[in-house]
C-alpha cells in the first residue's frame, strides 16, 4: 500500500503521459506541444517566422534553413501530414495549394524558374509531419534530385 500524501507511480506515469500527450477537459481535448507540428505553430504566430503570403487556406513563409537564394515554404492550414494521408477530401485544397505556390514564386521573382519539391515520409527526406511544398528558385537546379 502507498502512505497517504504520496503519489503512486502510476499516477505520475499518467500525468506525464498527461502533460506530453494530450488531456481531456470535459468534452474538449486539449493537445500539448508534441502533436502540434513547428507549421502549425508558426501559423498560430506562436514561432516567428517572415509570413509572405496567406489566406483562409494556406500559408507561405520563408524555409529557416534555405537550400537556394530563395526558399519558401508553402502549407496548408489544415493539418495533413503528407500526401499520403491527403484524401479525396483535399482536392481543392491542393489544387489552391499549388496554384498559390506558383502566385508566391512569380512575386518572388522567379522568372527564369523555379522548382516545386513536396517530400513524403522517410525515404522522400520528409522532417516535418505537416504537408508543405518547397519553392526554390535562385540558381539552376540539378536532376537527378540527391
Ligand atoms: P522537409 O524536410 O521536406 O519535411 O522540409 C521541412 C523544412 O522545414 C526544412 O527545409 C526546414 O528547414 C524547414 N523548417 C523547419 N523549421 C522551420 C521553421 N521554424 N521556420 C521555417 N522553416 C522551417
Redesign the pocket.
Known sequence: MFERGKTRPAVRLGGIIALFSGFHLGARVYYGPVQRT??ER?IARE?P?EIIYEDDRVAA?????P?APT?I?IVPKKPVARMAEAGPEDESLLGHLLLKAAQVAAQAGLSNGYRL???NGQD?????PHL?C?ILGGRPMSWPPG
Open positions: 513547428v507549421f508558426i514561432i517566422s513563409f520563408r524555409d529557416v534553413h537550400q526558399h515554404l519539391v513536396i517530400n522522400g527526406g520528409e522532417s516535418v508543405h518547397h
